[in-house]
């Protein structure tokens, strides 16, 4: 390693812009709502897809579903045991939705990574993790080359869930109950652009009925190469 290697990690003028310009935006929309914590910049927007929308998403997952991957090198065995599948960004079912988000945010769909659809049946569940990258570990590299860090996650639930399937913040201590059309989106760096441990969160079992949601990551950079 090099001498004067950069620290992983630590305040970052790009991350930070990202996280201002974003929650001026959210703040000056209407129809979203801050949630009131002072842990995290987080949002939602209580009925942000029409039941159609959602209902054409949720066929599609069901159609491409296979089994969810984490990124960490060690096998973590039961971490995250839902199914999920690429939601392709050039189909019509799929486009309008992702761009809508970008769109929300005030994001490039360039910084956009490929949406991601996730199908819980009772029982599945996403143990708590950080969205953001750990840029010690052996895949840093790699993500640099896609875009770098992640700032902002947006995820909208699908379908209503008769009983749990709440994503859970523990450190913050909120959960966010399944909701048809309902998008939740939170900033995954602190003010200052570096990585926020505050937003831990968890997908928690589901206890009875499917749950179905649609994630997006923002990168720092561009995920799309021009
Ligand atoms: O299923 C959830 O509620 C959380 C999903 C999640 O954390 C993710 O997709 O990164
Ligand atoms: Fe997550």
């Not at 996730?118 to 570990?137: C, K, L, M, S, T």
């Not at 993500?143 to 996650?153: A, F, I, N, P």
Request: charged share 25%; net charge neutral; with cysteine.
């Amino acid at each position: 390693m090099a001498l004067f290697a950069k620290k992983p990690g630590g305040p970052s003028p790009v991350r930070r812009l990202v996280g201002e310009s974003v929650s001026r935006r959210l703040d000056a929309n209407p129809a979203v709502k801050r949630a009131k914590v002072d842990e995290a910049q987080i949002f939602y927007h209580p009925d942000f897809l029409d039941a159609a929308t959602c209902d054409r998403l949720v066929a599609l997952i069901d159609a491409n579903r296979r089994r969810s991957t984490v990124l960490a090198e060690e096998s973590v065995q039961d971490f995250r045991t839902s199914d999920s599948c690429d939601m392709d960004r050039w189909s019509p079912d799929v486009r309008p939705t992702d761009e809508a988000i970008a769109d929300l945010l005030g994001i490039d769909p360039v910084h956009g990574e490929t949406m991601q659809g996730q199908r819980y049946a009772v029982g599945q569940h996403f143990r708590a993790h950080f969205d953001y990258f750990n840029e010690a570990q052996a895949y840093w590299p790699k993500m640099v080359e896609t875009g770098g860090q992640r700032t902002w996650t947006a995820m909208i639930y699908l379908n209503d869930v008769e009983e749990g399937g709440a994503t859970w913040f523990p450190t913050i201590g909120i959960r966010v109950a399944p909701k048809k059309g309902l998008l939740l989106t939170w900033n995954n760096m602190k003010p200052d652009g570096d990585r926020n441990t505050a937003t831990l969160h968890e997908g928690m079992p589901v206890v009875q009925g499917t749950k179905y949601i649609v994630t997006k990551w923002f990168r720092e950079g561009n995920w799309i190469k021009a």
